[in-house]
């Protein structure tokens, strides 16, 4: 067993400023899923929750020598993934914006959304790019973020593991995200609401 398992929490602390992996492993076993639960409740979306819970930690090691051993590590990562996560959410929003901006102008009005998503032309482009994913892939995608299934209920439908899905997600959402913003606008927005939104 790992004696950093029963060491106290400042201990740990303190050997994760020097650097101490199997300290800094502890930690993240031991809070990794309360954050990724905290990020999930923001944000609603699987993928990105646990990419931004592996930012977190990131930032935590990056950022180990500004821990202070006596202060509550809870209300530390709490903070640091608040803090992640509205950055992330504050990035997509100009990110949509500059995206109505490019396909139409500042000029068109709160409208211009729901017309972007009412329009036909948008979908088939949308159906155009998941059509270039691998056909396992697009599938995983699909049940996903069009029909709303959970990671868990595609893994059984398709007799595959839930890391499995998970990996094909990943692989899927930064394929369509580097199309979408690489084009001019509207396909940008779109598929920022597809990737995003609540299912």
């Known amino acids: 067993m790992d004696i950093h398992q029963n060491l106290p929490e400042n201990e740990l602390l ?3 400023r020097c650097g101490d992996m199997q300290a800094f492993d502890v930690l993240y076993r031991r ?3 309360i954050i990724y639960g905290n990020i999930l409740r923001f944000l609603k979306d699987e993928t990105v929750a646990e990419d931004l819970l592996q930012d977190v930690f990131v930032r935590i090691w990056e950022n180990r020598l500004k821990i202070d051993p006596e ?3 809870a209300a530390f990562l709490f ?3 608040r803090n992640i996560t509205f950055n992330f959410k504050r990035r997509l929003k100009l990110e949509m914006e500059s995206a109505v901006q490019l396909a139409y102008g500042a000029m068109e009005g709160e409208n211009t959304i729901d017309r972007a998503l009412d329009s036909k032309e948008a979908m088939l482009w949308i159906e155009q790019i998941l059509n270039k994913l691998p056909s396992q892939r697009q599938k ?3 049940l996903s973020k069009l029909e709303g299934k959970s990671y868990q209920e595609i893994a059984e439908e398709m007799g595959i593991s839930v890391s499995t899905v998970r990996d094909h997600i990943v ?3 930064k394929f369509i ?3 979408a913003l690489a084009d001019n606008g509207l396909s ?3 598929l920022a609401f597809l990737l995003f939104s609540t299912n």
């Open 171 to 173: 692989k899927a959402n």
């Open 140 to 142: 995983i995608f699909r």
């Open 14 to 16: 303190r050997l994760l």
């Open 79 to 81: 903070t640091c993934s």
């Open 31 to 33: 809070y990794s899923q």
């Open 188 to 190: 940008a927005l779109l």
């Open 71 to 73: 202060q509550s590590f």
């Open 177 to 179: 995200r580097s199309t």
